[in-house]
């Protein structure tokens, strides 16, 4: 099964006052809109979303089908089988992706510790 991607996305507070924390640590803006309340940062290979007001919780992502500059993968598996794979083996989910559908999709699995792991494809 390839993931894809990996990221942290944080729930935040103040979008302004972590972008402003991140950089001192070496992060750059990737991707993202500040209007719209959420940002990608980068160093070197290492990914964080912030996301304020988007989520509840912080949650591991992955994004099937991206590399870690958001590049497409020559080959990946699509998210539908990665969920179809989890599902088999008793892993719950918060959230689904239609499985009738092709492209862009996403869906939640819950870790045994309540953490949400989201598998976000864009492709």
Do not use: C
């Not at 958001?70 to 990946?76: E, H, K, M, N, V």
């Not at 089988?81 to 992706?97: C, H, N, S, T, Y």
Request: hydrophobic share 45%; net charge negative; proline share 3%.
């Amino acid at each position: 099964m390839q993931l894809g991607a990996f990221s942290i996305s944080l729930a935040v507070k103040d979008l302004a006052a972590s972008r402003a924390f991140y950089e001192k640590l070496g992060f750059t803006q990737f991707g993202g809109n500040a209007g719209q309340n959420w940002l990608i940062m980068k160093n070197g290979d290492h990914v964080i979303g912030l996301f304020q007001g988007m989520f509840e919780k912080n949650m591991l992502t992955f994004n099937p089908g991206w590399d870690q500059n958001a590049l497409a993968l020559d080959g990946f598996t699509d998210i539908r089988e990665i969920q179809r794979q989890l599902k088999a083996q008793g892993v719950a989910l918060e959230m689904e992706a239609d499985d009738t559908t092709t492209g862009p999709a996403s869906f939640i699995a819950i870790d045994p510790d309540g953490n949400p792991v989201l598998f976000d494809q864009h492709l």
